[in-house]
């Protein structure tokens, strides 16, 4: 079982910037899709980015054009980079990977934008 690992949440002022880090105890090369998925209090959990193991990605509408994912397979890491960022991106983030026959979560990191 691969263990994930989150980090870079955090409380930040709407408008500003986080970079989220999803660490993977073993290759992240051995998954077909890796993803960042968020959960605000009393809501479902929803995709907020997605990146394949070619380098395709797919980033979620209400982020688009604000939100990154990008993978550097050296280091078994998976990022998120949060730009320009609202109050309604306030949710627990968490890291997701699949692979054939399996899909596992991190413990999820917070992020509140709040002023």
Known sequence: QVQLVESGGGLVQPGGSLRLSCAASRSILSFIVMGWYRQAPGQQRELVAIITRGGSTNIADPVKGRF???RDNAKNTVYLQMNSLKPEDTAVYYCNARGV??????QGTQVTVSS
């Open 68 to 70: 990154s994912i990008s």
């Open 101 to 106: 026959g399996r899909d596992d979560w991190g």
